[in-house]
T-cell receptor
């Protein structure tokens, strides 16, 4: 069975500082991995995805993530935080080629950005 | 349409009443998913449709929950005899299931259900 663990339910950074949100996964077969962002009272917006191509994935809004099989990790980073990045971030996994493609989500990390 | 739409955006109901939540996926998307987001349980998968069929219903929490999809488009999630623990945000997502995009799910804004 697959699972996702996000370390830290809440992360606070200063504007301009590095953002690092951690995600570790468990999967017995090659996974597809996703990061979604959720702003208050809105649905989920896809930031980026890994589907077995390049291990360094670039997404929207300056975010990127690196798939590290040896560490079973898919951490999300952004070099310089903006106030507008304050939101909740979810890491998710699904099985590569899974007929259903249902997503298994981590518990989420709330990012706060201080001026 | 431009994105996944859901209605109503908010629903307040009394314990024991039935509710229907609607999802209108992106035009042409054959796959449709329902998820539930609650404080205690996080984001949980409920059901998956491919066309009008539901090959994976494994996430439905009880037989009070059911869903259907008609015409390969609109889906309705029905909760009968609502309970307070059903209070949550219900999210719908769709995906094209075509090569290159088959694993990307696009989410609607959700329906916030409150059971009093």
């Amino acid at each position: 069975a697959q699972s996702v663990t996000q370390l830290g339910s809440h992360v606070s950074v200063s504007e301009g500082a590095l953002v690092l949100l951690r995600c570790n996964y468990s999967s017995s077969v090659p996974p597809y991995l996703f990061w979604y962002v959720q702003y208050p009272n809105q649905g989920l917006q896809l930031l980026l995805k890994y589907t077995s191509a390049a291990t360094l994935v670039k997404g929207i809004n300056g975010f990127e993530a690196e798939f590290k099989k040896s560490e079973t990790s898919f951490h999300l980073t952004k070099p310089s935080a903006h106030m507008s990045d304050a939101a909740e971030y979810f890491c998710a996994v699904t099985l590569a080629g899974n007929q259903g493609g249902k997503l298994i989500f981590g518990q989420g990390t709330e990012l706060s950005v201080k001026p | 349409g431009a994105g996944v739409s859901q209605s109503p955006s908010n629903k307040v109901t009394e314990k024991g009443k039935d509710v229907e939540l609607r999802c209108d996926p992106i035009s042409g998307h054959t796959a449709l998913y329902w998820y539930r987001q609650s404080l205690g349980q996080g984001l949980e998968f409920l059901i998956y449709f491919q066309g009008n069929s539901a090959p994976d219903k494994s996430g439905l929490p009880s037989d009070r929950f059911s869903a259907e999809r008609t015409g390969g488009s609109v889906s309705t999630l029905t909760i009968q005899r609502t309970q307070q623990e059903d209070s949550a945000v219900y999210l719908c997502a769709s995906s094209s299931r075509t090569s290159g995009e088959r694993d990307t799910q696009y989410f609607g804004p959700g329906t916030r259900l409150t059971v009093l």
